[in-house]
């Protein structure tokens, strides 16, 4: 590259010269104008010898390159209003793509942050005798996996997640904790900041996450090697996890409400009958070599032996699932993350249709400077750098800030809703994103800067220069104008239809039946653990507090209580033939719940009654759901199931005497599943239960009260989880919501970049047409008549991309399915509403142009021409 001073000193040697030449000739007898001009005549053209010269330094291209881009920079200060427009069009389309572009690197292309990643594998069962979509593994059948299946595994652990209360010496709360065998540890590549690992085989040690030990021990070392109570024993912190350590833990999808986990404490799995084994999570490492097939393989044949030697339903009538970890972290997410990156590519196409479309009415008003250009030699070539150098300034800009967007967007996202999608904390703004994002730049510069540049090669130079004022359309740029236009609605369409289909979904989620009111139901959780709870007289007892307490706050219309921890019993019918070993029958949620739970609740009575605090014997009301899969077309009351209660372990028959309606009243995107309620005073065990208040008046001045009462009963045992149920069952969707919300957004952002591109299309084809609206109104056309011709031109282009645009939807948002609920991908009230909805706007974007339109005055009109 040439420095600037040595062209300066080129220019002024040529000066010097020429101004020697003059002197020279004026002494020789000329004039002063006679000799400047002999002076240049001998010397030649100025600036092809400032070329040439220049030519002998650097490449010439390479000078003419930076002439373009100070000329394109030039360009763009002297409009500072429409640079502005378009670069912040291009960063909202370019931000939101990067944003998106990144989560999706750190959720599906990014290995897992652990050792061998690629060697991680997720085991599970699932199958009717896991209901809800449950999968898990015996903690008797990990034993003998472990033990047996050793030639395809070199590490095999299980792990399970629950909240616990966390006692110390001055408080008690609730906390999220991992139980995790010590193989866990090797496969996570787990580490520590403080203190250790636990030893193999040790138990009653927990190891603090780096968050929790800042919150709820605030930082002090100290704490190592102390002890406090958690469930009611007695264990030792034996160290905290490093600071950005997060092992990711598919759950058994029983925590509704997402949350971090807290702390991690050791499990030893002790041998014993399979029938009382927990369910827990597998986690596996390959050997070096092996295969999922092999591995699942070696996996079957140990079930085989298992199921002959001791059969148990959940191992031998269960269909084993064998996967990569990251398959099972993200598989749920996969869909949705793909969906969310088309809808923001589809954004940045619209925003690229409405920047061409901007610099195509730039380009049209730019036909003379071109001509005068190409008049003095440039050639098609040149022109379409200079085009391409602009176009790759704006995009280079909108870029720019586009990752600075991104970046802020993170952020937003990661405080909003961290756990929504699985390992959002991952995603950043690194050299792979900066790449896509400098691609992406690139192309879009490419995309709405070529036909700007091509349709004013084609400008006639000999007519554009005879032109006094009035300037004609380039040839073809209004079609294409008309083109993009239609092609913004149609893709705008299809994104405000996959919106509409999801804003649905949620509606039909939350559609409650009447008498029920989420918002005015205050919900708690407790945990009854420590030698004082061993007994269940001692836990009823307490339980009995519990409600007497709530029953006496003022504002409590109706207080009940409900063990739903997802016990599963099996519906079997007293007097019905055994049911074989190899048929499953039915499984359905057991509830120990009080009387004050249906009227707190507002479940629906169907048939029969609802059960008492004070029932003589045991009883039980099932949903309809449990009566439809047990009893199908029968009456249910009198019916007696075989259920386990109080001091009777062994199943014993139990009247049904109720039927209540289904209700979901902990996960809005599940089906109703069947349900047995009995009163809590004959429940088998009651060592956790939910407390349910329905208030008079407002829940939020309600809550402390309630809090009060029931954490004075004692304070060694936290209450946690307060909170309306309409914020619990808000947080079991919030998945969906998360991506419904940012689909709504890119929605959004579409409707709005079309419309302005409706707008802009129109209101410069008025401008154009100025002349022409002035001699029809001078001939005596109705303004009427006007906004009629102009409304229908745009409609006309409006209408086509919808009618595109519906095609596409119909055919694209089958990809939604698992998306959706209740709702078909091609509903067409749906379908209906949103097309009505664009064509609204689109209307309503075209009628200022067509007004203004119609306000010509035909004088002044013709007199300007």
Request: hydrophobic content about 50%; glycine content about 8%.
């Amino acid at each position: 590259m040439i420095p600037g001073r040595r062209l300066d000193d080129l220019d002024r040697d040529i000066r010097d010269h020429l101004e020697r030449e003059t002197q020279a000739y004026v002494e020789r007898g000329m004039t002063e104008d006679e000799a400047r001009y002999a002076a240049r005549r001998a010397f030649g053209n100025v600036t092809l010898a400032m070329e040439e010269t220049r030519a002998v330094w650097i490449p010439v291209w390479f000078d003419q390159l930076l002439q373009d881009v100070r000329y394109g920079l030039r360009m763009l200060r002297r409009a500072p209003g429409f640079s502005a427009v378009v670069i912040l069009t291009l960063a909202l389309g370019i931000g939101l793509n990067t944003a998106v572009f990144s989560v999706f690197d750190a959720v599906l292309l990014r290995p897992l942050p652990y050792p061998a990643a690629d060697r991680l594998l997720s085991v599970s069962l699932y199958g009717a005798a896991l209901p809800f979509g449950m999968e898990a593994v015996g903690s008797a059948d990990v034993l003998r996996w472990r033990e047996q299946a050793t030639s395809s595994f070199e590490k095999l652990a299980a792990y399970d997640t629950s909240d616990q209360s966390v006692v110390t010496a001055d408080s008690a709360e609730q906390a999220r904790i991992a139980w995790v065998t010590d193989d866990l540890w090797d496969i996570a590549g787990a580490r520590v900041k403080l203190g250790r690992l636990p030893h193999p085989g040790e138990r009653d040690a927990l190891l603090l996450s780096h968050e929790y030990f800042s919150r709820r021990f605030r930082g002090d070392a100290n704490v190592v090697g102390s002890s406090v109570l958690a469930m009611g024993r007695q264990v030792t912190i034996i160290g905290v996890i490093a600071k950005g350590f997060l092992f990711e833990l598919p759950g058994l999808q029983r925590q509704l409400v997402p949350a971090p986990v807290d702390g991690y404490r050791s499990m030893v799995i002790s041998p014993g009958p399979r029938p009382a084994s927990l369910l827990l999570n597998v986690v596996a490492r390959l050997k070096p070599g092996a295969t999922i097939a092999r591995a699942r393989a070696e996996l079957e044949a140990v079930r085989a032996g298992i199921a002959q030697a001791d059969p148990f339903p959940l191992a031998d009538r269960s269909t084993l699932r064998v996967m990569p970890m990251q398959e099972r972290i993200v598989g749920e997410s996969r869909a949705a993350l793909r969906v969310l990156l088309a809808a923001v590519i589809v954004v940045l196409l619209i925003a690229s249709a409405n920047i061409a479309n901007l610099l195509l009415a730039r380009a049209s008003a730019r036909q003379k400077e071109i001509a005068i250009r190409a008049s003095m030699g440039a050639g098609g070539a040149r022109l379409l750098r200079q085009f391409a150098v602009e176009s790759g300034i704006i995009a280079l800009a909108g870029g720019g800030a586009g990752v600075w967007f991104a970046r802020a967007g993170l952020i937003w996202l990661e405080r909003v809703n961290p756990l929504a999608i699985p390992r959002l904390a991952e995603a950043s703004i690194d050299g792979r994103v900066l790449v896509f994002a400098l691609s992406a730049s690139v192309v879009t510069a490419i995309l709405f800067g070529v036909g700007p540049a091509l349709g004013l090669r084609r400008v006639n130079v000999h007519h554009t220069l005879k032109e006094n004022g009035r300037l004609s359309p380039v040839p073809g740029h209004l079609l294409l104008r008309r083109i993009l236009v239609a092609v913004e609605v149609a893709l705008a369409l299809i994104l405000i239809c996959g919106a509409g289909l999801m804003v649905k979904s949620v509606w039909r989620m939350r559609a409650h039946p009447d008498g029920f009111v989420p918002d005015q139901i205050v919900v708690m959780k407790m945990r009854l653990s420590g030698p004082g709870y061993a007994t269940p007289l001692a836990r009823r007892a307490y339980a009995d507090e519990v409600l007497a307490r709530l029953r006496t706050q003022p504002g409590v219309q109706a207080a009940g209580i409900t063990t739903n921890v997802d016990a599963l019993v099996r519906m079997l019918i007293e007097g019905e033939a055994p049911i074989p070993n190899d048929v499953r029958s039915p499984p359905a949620v057991f509830n120990a719940t009080s009387a004050g739970f249906l009227p707190a609740m507002g479940l629906r009575l169907l048939k029969g009654r609802w059960i008492t605090d004070s029932e003589p014997r045991p009883a039980v009301v099932i949903n309809e759901s449990a009566a439809q899969r047990a009893l199908p077309g029968q009456d249910p009351i009198g019916k007696r199931l075989m259920l386990p209660t109080l001091n009777q372990p062994l199943p014993s028959p139990v009247p049904i005497v109720g039927v209540v309606a289904d209700l979901k009243y902990s996960k809005l995107d599940a089906r109703p599943e069947p349900e047995i309620y009995i009163p809590y005073v004959y429940a088998p065990t009651l060592t956790a239960f939910s407390v349910v208040a329905r208030a008079g008046g407002d829940p939020a001045a309600l809550t402390p009260s309630i809090r009060s009462a029931v954490a004075g009963i004692d304070k060694t045992l936290p209450v946690f989880g307060v909170m309306t149920l309409e914020q619990v069952l808000t947080a079991s969707i919030a998945p969906r919501r998360f991506n419904l919300f940012l689909l709504g957004i890119f929605a959004g952002s579409a409707l709005l970049l079309a419309v302005i591109g409706i707008y802009g299309v129109i209101a410069f084809s008025v401008a154009q047409r100025t002349h022409e609206i002035g001699v029809r109104l001078a001939l005596g056309a109705q303004r009427r008549a006007v906004v009629g011709m102009v409304v229908w031109q745009c409609m006309a282009v409006v209408l086509g991309g919808i009618a595109v645009g519906v095609a596409g939807a119909l055919a694209l948002t089958r990809v939604m399915m698992g998306m959706l609920y209740d709702v078909a991908p091609t509903d067409p009230p749906t379908f209906a509403i949103v097309t009505g909805l664009l064509a609204a706007t689109a209307l309503a974007a075209c009628a200022g142009p067509a007004l203004k339109a119609a306000l010509v005055d035909p004088v002044v009109a013709l007199r300007c021409e």
